[in-house]
Structures are given as C-alpha cells and as structure tokens.
C-alpha cells in the first residue's frame, strides 16, 4: 500500500498541532516519524486512520482519501498499534491477539480455524507463542507491547502504524520488535523516539519540529549532528560501526539550545 499524507494540518481541539506535513511511503516501506514529545507525531498517525480529521489536507492510501473510506474498509486494511493499550481484563493473550481477525470475520462473528492459524503465526513472530495462555492483565508492560504487535499482524492489513512501540521494553526486545517489523514487508509508520533503531530499520524518516516536517529521506542522510542539536537538542557524533560498518549516532549531553530554553 501507498500511504501519502498532502499538506495536512490537523488541531488537537482548537490548537493546531501539524501544519502542512507532507510525506510519501511507499509500499513495503519503513517510515520513521521522528521528533521530541509534542511534535505531533502520534496527531499524524491518528489521522492516517481516520480517527482525526484534517483541518485541511488529505491522508491517501493508495490514492484513495481515508476521509471517503468506512470505517469497516480502514479496519480491514490498516492495523494501529496506539501508546495506551485497551483495557482487556479477563482475556489470554491468545483471545487478545484473535481480536485482531475482526475486521475479516462473517456476519456471524465466527472464529474459523484459518483465523487461529494465522494467529498462530502472529505470536510466534512477535515472540508471544508461550504467553499464549496467560491473562493479558498479569503480563508486564514489554509483553503487552508484544501482544499487541501480534494483533496487528494477525489483523493482515496493508498498512502498519506503530506509536512508541518500544515503549516499556528491554534493550534487547527493542531491537527484536523493530527487527520484526522490518521483516513483515508491510507498508509501516512507527513514531519512535530512539535515533539509532531509525537508522537501523527505518527505509525513509520524517523529522518533526513543533508540528512542521522539517526534513525528510533516508535516515543515513538526515540525521546529521546538526539536525540533532537543532531539533533534539542534544550534541551528536556520526560514528560507524567497526565490525558491521553501520552508521550510529553518539548522544551526548544538552545543547545551549535546551539551556537557553530553559533560563
């Protein structure tokens, strides 16, 4: 799927919180929104599903207008992994999991063994296959954000749409989660805050600055140290890995930006 956000400005009330963000994603692409708390990341994801309407703009997929489509078509083609997870109390995490084939189910509602195979599938790849019997609201925060990836994938839509989904999770699971994702082959969103996993695994990043896209392409290109001083407010240094010879960002410290803000 084609994901294509024009000029969309959107307001969170009566403030306006993106204004004008364009970007492309191609299908099968990784696409990293990237900015500090506030930048408007998560706003742009919830009007990629129609959960906000733009204040003007347009969100496509593939060349279609979300804002034309039902809600039963968005749900059939575009999985949301949001930052606060539905209160599930009572349910496994394999019945959590299920509620991702609602969207495929008939007019009775049934679950068909084709469901359960493909949620089958989406544990074993989110890593949740031996949770798959435990209550959801006795796991820890790491394997609720894991749980909820399998959903997504069990849903088998087009478009993929993560927000902070590193959120809670150990270093390790960091890496296996957006590794994970990389390999889906399916069209992605994610709002991340780490720098270094949107150089790892993101195709193209968009860099947001109080609500405007201010840089936009591969992550290799665009997260330079002058960009992340202006944006994050921290020094950075490039450096490359010297056995895998991939690029990292070294984080160090405030900027005088921070502190200027901050006196």
Known sequence: MRLETLDLTLNRGSREVVTEASV?????EVLGLLGANGSGKSTILRACFGALRPV???????????????????ARRVAVMAQEPPDEFGLTVAESVLLGRTPH????????????LVV????????????????????????RQRTL????????????????PTNHLDVSYRFELMH??????????????????ALAYCDRVAVLDRGRVVAFGEPADILT??????????????????EAGTPHLLLRGTSARVRERNT
């Open 24 to 28: 492309v994603v191609e299908p099968g």
């Open 120 to 143: 089958g599938r989406a544990m074993e790849l989110a890593g949740v296959s031996a949770l798959a019997d435990r209550p959801v609201h006795r796991l820890s925060g790491g394997e």
């Open 149 to 164: 990836l399998a959903r997504a994938i069990a849903q088998e839509a087009e478009l993929l749409l993560l927000d902070e």
């Open 225 to 242: 140290p002058d960009l992340v001083r202006e944006v994050f407010g921290v020094e950075a240094s490039r450096i490359t890995d010297p």
């Open 105 to 116: 189910r008939g007019v009775l509602g049934r679950d068909s063994p084709e469901d359960w």
């Open 56 to 74: 003007s703009g347009q969100v496509r997929l593939d060349g279609a207008d979300v804002a034309t489509m039902s809600r039963r078509e968005i």
């Open 180 to 197: 994970t994702v990389a390999e889906l082959g399916i069209t992605t969103v994610v709002a991340l805050h780490e720098l270094d996993l």
